[in-house]
Antibody, heavy 123, light 107 residues
Framework: QVQLVESGGGVVQPGRSLRLSCAAS????????MHWVRQAPGKGLEWAAV????????NYADSVKGRFTISRDNSKNTLYLQMNSLRAEDTAVYYC????????????????WGQGTMVTVSS | DIQMTQSPSSVSASAGDRVTITCRAS??????VAWYQQKPGKAPKLLIY???SLQSGVPSRFSGSGSGTDFTLTISSLQPEDFATYYC?????????FGQGTKLEIK
């Protein structure tokens, strides 16, 4: 079945780095744009980043721009989020989500979501 | 950035009730709105896309409407499994933004 499975979360000190992964299965991963969306404890959803189907177009929320990098390996059906210079306010559950189309700004909704991986930034 | 303002932030209702949640965009976004349902400890689930299109597998008691700046999600007859938090999201332009959420509670 169509599935996204995140991994790589954990507890990290402020200023350190972490890389999240999202393994896709059950669909043609290379045909879809992919997003990262995060949710701080007890808070709402915050869109973080998107990458087009071929990896050529990327966009970021201002809150993560310059610190986070989204990437993908279509040969491995895997999406990544490299998170550097982590701050306490980055503490959240991080979800990967499939875009309904191939483009990073194609007006499509996020139709498939992973179960999320928790990132805690604390000394 | 486009701001999405949801109301109410919480609502209490009973099974069988009709409930409407609204979302207002800070600028016109055509029909590029999606609605999601989230239950505690779970990932969001897409209900409605392009303002009024029902996602496959979602019960027909869910419906969406609106265009421009004002949008609504309606649940025609609440079922026990519908008690959750609902979010709107604009897909008109990046950065995508979500409303702050509406918690639907049992009365």
């Amino acid at each position: 079945q169509v599935q996204l499975v995140e991994s790589g979360g954990g507890v990290v000190q402020p200023g350190r780095s972490l890389r999240l992964s999202c393994a896709a299965s059950g669909f043609t991963f290379s045909s879809y744009a992919m997003h990262w969306v995060r949710q701080a404890p007890g808070k709402g959803l915050e869109w973080a980043a998107v990458i087009s189907y071929d990896g050529n177009n990327k966009n970021y929320a201002d809150s993560v721009k310059g610190r986070f990098t989204i990437s993908r390996d279509n040969s491995k059906n895997t999406l990544y989020l490299q998170m550097n210079s982590l701050r306490a306010e980055d503490t959240a559950v991080y979800y990967c989500a499939r875009d309904g189309g191939p483009d990073s700004s194609g007006h499509d909704a996020l139709d498939i979501w992973g179960q999320g991986t928790m990132v805690t930034v604390s000394s | 950035d486009i701001q999405m303002t949801q109301s109410p932030s919480s609502v209490s209702a009973s099974a069988g009730d009709r409930v409407t949640i609204t979302c207002r965009a800070s600028q016109g976004i055509s029909s590029w709105v999606a609605w999601y349902q989230q239950k505690p400890g779970k990932a969001p689930k897409l209900l409605i896309y392009a303002a009024s299109s029902l996602q496959s597998g979602v019960p027909s008691r869910f419906s969406g409407s609106g265009s421009g700046t004002d949008f609504t999600l309606t649940i025609s007859s609440l079922q026990p499994e519908d008690f959750a938090t609902y979010y709107c999201q604009q897909a008109n332009s990046l950065p995508y933004t979500f409303g702050q959420g509406t918690k639907l509670e049992i009365k």
